[in-house]
Structure formats: C-alpha cells, structure tokens
C-alpha cells in the first residue's frame, strides 16, 4: 500500500496513537522513508508533543499547525 502526503497528514493522529493498523503503519513508516517533508513534519509534532508532556491530545499553536500543513502541501 502506497500512500501519498496528504494521506499521510489524515492517518498522523492515528499513528501517534498507535491505533492504526498493520498495513497503514507499514504504510505511514514507507512513506516517511522516502518522503523528507512528511519526516520533518513527525520531528515537529513529535517534539511538540514532548514538550506538552501529554500523549495523543495534542494542541497545537494555529501558527504551527498552519505551517504543517503548508510543508505536507494541504495548502
Ligand atoms: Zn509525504
């Protein structure tokens, strides 16, 4: 299963849940491996997520969640 950035961003509350399954997180883990962007983009919400200590109620700032989407190209 292929899948594409914007699929990608849809499936990232789900993986950062770790609700998805098999093939959608084999899925999400190849296209991080050949998309530089969509990795960049887990490296910021990973590290928001740390520092708001909590695990899968994740607020962003607007001026962050608006710059993630511009990198994974929704806007
Ligand atoms: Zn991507």
């Given at each position: 299963?292929?899948?594409?950035?914007?699929?990608?961003?849809?499936?990232?509350?789900?993986?950062?849940?770790?609700?998805?399954?098999?093939?959608?997180?084999?899925?999400?883990?190849?296209?991080?491996?050949?998309?530089e962007s969509c990795?960049?983009?887990?490296?910021?919400?990973?590290?928001?997520?740390?520092?708001?200590?909590?695990?899968?109620?994740?607020?962003?700032?607007?001026?962050?969640?608006?710059?993630?989407?511009?990198?994974?190209?929704?806007?």
């Amino acid at each position: 299963m292929k899948i594409q950035c914007d699929q990608l961003a849809s499936l990232l509350p789900e993986f950062f849940d770790g609700t998805l399954s098999t093939d959608q997180t084999d899925a999400a883990l190849d296209h991080f491996a050949t998309c530089e962007s969509c990795r960049l983009t887990v490296d910021e919400l990973e590290g928001v997520r740390t520092l708001a200590g909590e695990y899968g109620r994740l607020e962003l700032p607007s001026d962050a969640k608006d710059r993630i989407r511009r990198s994974i190209g929704l806007d």
